[in-house]
T-cell receptor, first 114, second 113 residues
Framework: DAGVTQSPTHLIKTRGQQVTLRCSPKSGHDTVSWYQQALGQGPQFIFQYYEEEERQRGNFPDRFSGHQFPNYSSELNVNALLLGDSALYLC?????????????FGPGTRLTVL | DAKTTQPNSMESNEEEPVHLPCNHSTISGTDYIHWYRQLPSQGPEYVIHGLTSNVNNRMASLAIAEDRKSSTLILHRATLRDAAVYYCILRAPFSGSARQLTFGSGTQLTVLP
């Protein structure tokens, strides 16, 4: 049973560019959440997708957008990249009907903005 | 979400027990206490959670104070593989949609051989 997978593993972009990160949830999971983790800090919640809609959003600007596909996989898009967007981007999946909503995390995508 | 307070770092010797504290004095009566850990170069992973009673699983034990204002994650026999950042997180009960995790800075656990 494959866990949460993310692609790419690493990415280097320049300021002003756009980036798309991808996530495949754990088998059987229907909810995907995205987190940003700056160096030395805990992950910060970006948004969550369920039934192909954004259900919750953290304190992130509109430059951050996402999508969920019918197969529950998800994309995170970031426009007009800033140096401060350099971070590890984590995807987590869960089951909305699960009793405790335990979240399973992928290994992350390391984004470097130059 | 209510706030948690954890020490920035702790050290332990291999094969000895480790007690990782967490203070959450503003916890609401229905908040669950969750612990996640993040091994180097990996995403966080679930460790354990509880509401009022102490909990045990194959990874760890969770001891919850009677007033619920603090809790302690117990690793009974630390191994080098347990070196990680440990996060104590409060979560509201299941409400029909999965709720996000609010991470603090966590405790960096170093295990000495």
């Amino acid at each position: 049973d494959a866990g949460v997978t993310q692609s790419p593993t690493h990415l280097i972009k320049t300021r002003g560019q756009q980036v798309t990160l991808r996530c495949s949830p754990k088998s059987g999971h229907d909810t995907v959440s995205w987190y940003q983790q700056a160096l030395g800090q805990g992950p910060q919640f970006i948004f969550q997708y369920y039934e192909e809609e954004e259900r919750q959003r953290g304190n992130f600007p509109d430059r951050f957008s996402g999508h969920q596909f019918p197969n529950y996989s998800s994309e995170l898009n970031v426009n007009a990249l800033l140096l401060g967007d350099s971070a590890l981007y984590l995807c987590a999946s869960s089951l909305a009907s699960g009793a405790y909503n335990e979240q399973f995390f992928g290994p992350g995508t390391r984004l470097t903005v130059l | 979400d209510a706030k948690t307070t954890q020490p920035n770092s702790m050290e332990s010797n291999e094969e000895e027990p480790v007690h990782l504290p967490c203070n959450h004095s503003t916890i609401s009566g229905t908040d669950y206490i969750h612990w996640y850990r993040q091994l180097p170069s990996q995403g966080p992973e679930y460790v354990i959670h509880g509401l009022t009673s102490n909990v045990n699983n194959r990874m760890a034990s969770l001891a919850i104070a009677e007033d619920r204002k603090s809790s302690t994650l117990i690793l009974h026999r630390a191994t080098l593989r347990d070196a990680a950042v440990y996060y104590c997180i409060l979560r509201a009960p299941f409400s029909g949609s999965a709720r996000q995790l609010t991470f603090g800075s966590g405790t960096q656990l170093t295990v000495l051989p």
